[in-house]
């Protein structure tokens, strides 16, 4: 049996009807009419409340976050899956100025608990009753010397809608707006900028070459916008930094993630020393291809068997089958994504590229967004985002405050999916060249995850600290993005040309500053996670739930300390790679 095609493309009538429902229109107007009455009733008397009253505020203020996300995450949704149709766009505007007006309505609340005396905060956090906002008051507290009073604050937030925000709805409706003509065996058709990334994992060498080229090459012609945008990004980042005297690029988001800067200057150190490594994987690579020396368009490549595609059921199966085998409950979540058609599947025009489970509130059920192409690392992505959308779920029991997990832990639940996958099929292989084909497989996805994104976060470093100096041209940005590859890539893989355009596709960069260590702290935290599963099997399973149903009310290091996991440990981050060597070496013996 074959998935109905209609039902590879989400439902999202459970959210609302349609994009002109009157029940989204009175959500905007009930949203708008209760952020008024909540100011109204609050603003100024947040420090003057007693205790049972303040409760009742910090309650109030989460149902009316919960009313106010839901036709904003709609837009959102519908944008996604159709940037070119206009109805979509003028809704996902209008959602964003709702979302920026609401935003500077209710700043007062966050602010005026921030700025809570010291003796009242040292109280409430004592208190039994407050133990559900205790982290939520803490994070707050932790920016109170970069914030702004609220008229500045007020003024920052609407400007940024023709600021920052601007530049970045500029860049998704641009690249979504991409399609390219292409030829693979002689036949010539339309491809989505999608579906030729997914041809990196074509047999022939000739067509990923091409295919990569003509992908960057088409970003290349519109080198002033992509210019722009990310010279415009770095700029407004660096007057916000400016404005709220923080001392470098990566402060604020260390700061959100409850990280100090030795910890992540620490993990990403690490990491470099270990680019050797990769180095010798892209050698065993190369031998495994038959050629001199791997191209990076030559990364991805299949090894056998992982050429062969797969149909969505088959990834459906397999990666169901996968969670099954490590909890019912996890495949349960998992299966409830299809079953009620919150998975958007296809590539095609108009469409945003890559992948995302967005997760909604503690009472909304999560989305997934693909763009399926059939090779085996769509497959893992399934597993990933599905992972994602069991961390969402099993964070429901949390509240709209602690609901989304802290950027370090957001890819936890993604990563070891995908660890459970591999597992899965490498356990029903017994053909070698199989499970060779496997192993590349899981070694490049763990590469792509630390490696990579560690590549991606001394760009991004280099990209604001130099943009502080004056304004970057293309060909500087693409400098930069070059000499950072290639100190990952060393003598072992050649890049091809177009690739220093490599950093203008690459959504992170203008959507969050500096998430992308987040991948690499998750891969390595998941590698011991694993590690301790294979260790101690079923008893395992209780305590990784209760990472994942945590949800955001704890900081990381807590989060991860019943699992016996220290994040400040010295060789914490090496533990990690030292389980990429050992791959590494268990492929060697099977080559």
Known sequence: MTTDISSMH?????????????ELEADFAAGSARAE????????????????????ALSAYEALEELLTKPQLYAYLLFAADSGDDTVKRLSQRAAEFGNRMGRELLFFDLELIHLPDDRFAALTGDSRFAGYCHYLASLRKFRPHTLAEREESLLKQKSLTGSEAFSRLFDELSASFTFQFQVDGEEREYTGEELLGLLHNPSPDVR???????????AEHGIVYAAVFNNVALDHGQDMELRSYRYPMEPTNLGNELSAEV????MTVSEANYPLAQDYFRLKARLLGLPQLKNTDIYAPVGETSRTYSFDEAKELVLAAYGEFSTEFHDIAAAFFRERRIDVLPRPGKGGGAFCMGMTPHLSPYVLLNFTGNLRDVATLAHELGHGIHFVLAQQQTMVNYHAPLPLAETASVFGEMLLT???????????????????????????????????RFEERLHRERSTGL?????IGDIWWEENGKLYGDAVTMIDPYRWGWSYISHFIHARFYCYSYTFAELLVLSLYRNYLEQGAPFIPCYRSILASGGSLSPAATVRPAGIDLAAPDFWQNGYDVLLDLIEELKTLI
């Open 472 to 476: 970057l041209t293309a060909g500087h």
């Open 264 to 267: 992540v200057e620490r993990l």
């Open 423 to 457: 597992r899965y099929l490498l356990a029903r292989e017994s053909d070698p060249t199989v499970k060779i084909a496997l192993l590349c497989a899981k070694i490049e996805d763990i590469i792509a995850t630390t490696f990579r994104q560690n590549v991606l976060t």
């Open 37 to 56: 009455a909540f100011r109204t009733q609050y603003q100024g008397k947040i420090a003057d409340l007693d205790d049972v009253a303040l409760l009742e």
């Open 10 to 22: 989400w439902d999202t009538t459970r959210l609302y009807p349609g994009p002109t429902a009157t």
């Open 209 to 219: 070459e091409r295919a990569f080229g003509v992908f960057l090459e088409r970003h």
